[in-house]
């Protein structure tokens, strides 16, 4: 069992990483993934976890955490009437599909491709952010047949690979084929649940090297994280939804893009240069 010098400043960065991404969850809209990734990568890495396995650890972890994030978000906006049940529906098939590739895929590859991955989509995700409209379409209803066939297990595998849920492209694909916003963010919310429950039951069957790993990790799943996350997240995402109503938060969310913007392609430099 690891000695307590060992966990605390485990727990006390794990718990300021929770903290802060629930009051950008609550403040910004953005999924727990896409904060949570980068911040565990660096946070393990200081605290001496840095492997080639790193980034499977922080990919698994944080779609954990959106199980449980996912799972409540959906039962409150499902509670508004908001949810697009159609559309999960017909997506869900293709997603699980793709997220079931990814964790297949993840298992092969090196946590530097992992980086890479993060890198290039985060920047993709990040500059939508900051540069794309609300006006933008590509269609006036979501896609049936070969495009969704196409379209729903890409959606599953790259947030496996990136450990994200639903929303990050969820949000923008159903937006840019005319589903209202807030349709799209409850809606965004199931996709998360689809593609975080199969993807971390895989990620618990993986084989890692106890030396290298986080203590108390099963699998690829750290579980002192989950939980200090998944806790910290409860009590700071409603403050961060309070901030929110007292604050424009279109200056902030550009900035966030910036930031994220800026993540990823450290996360990019990192993964060719190291």
């Not at 595998?157 to 929303?167: A, H, P």
């Not at 993986?206 to 790993?213: G, I, N, R």
Request: proline share 6%; with cysteine.
């Amino acid at each position: 069992m690891p000695d307590l010098m060992t966990v605390l400043p485990f727990v006390v960065v794990v718990m300021v990483i929770g903290a802060l991404g629930g009051i950008l969850a609550g403040l910004l809209g953005v999924g727990g993934g896409i904060v949570l990734v980068p911040a565990f990568f660096y946070a393990f890495s200081a605290l001496g976890y840095n492997s080639p396995y790193l980034m499977q650890i922080c990919v698994a972890t944080s779609l954990a955490t959106i199980i449980v994030t996912s799972l409540r978000s959906l039962q409150s906006h499902n509670k508004k009437g908001a949810v697009d049940w159609a559309i999960l529906k017909g997506w869900a098939p293709g997603i699980v599909l793709g997220a079931g590739i990814g964790v297949l895929i993840a298992a092969k590859l090196s946590s530097t491709a992992l980086q890479a991955v993060f890198g290039v989509a985060g920047m993709i995700v990040g500059l939508y952010m900051g540069f794309g409209r609300g006006s933008w379409r590509l269609a006036d209803a979501m896609p049936v047949g070969a495009t969704r066939a196409a379209l729903s297990p890409s959606l599953g595998f790259l947030s496996v690979l990136m450990g994200i849920g639903g929303g990050s492209f969820g949000v923008p694909l159903m937006s840019l084929y005319n589903v209202a916003i807030h349709r799209a963010v409850a809606t965004a919310a199931g996709f998360g649940v689809i593609i975080a429950v199969p993807s971390v039951l895989g990620f618990l069957f993986f084989k890692l090297p106890p030396e290298v790993t986080p203590p108390y990790t099963v699998g690829a799943v750290n579980l002192i994280a989950f939980v200090l996350t998944i806790s910290m997240t409860l009590i700071t995402t409603p403050i961060g939804v309070r901030l929110a109503h007292w604050m424009d938060p279109t200056p902030l969310k550009r900035i966030f893009a910036v930031f994220l913007t800026l993540v990823a392609v450290n996360m990019l430099r990192g993964a060719i240069w190291g």
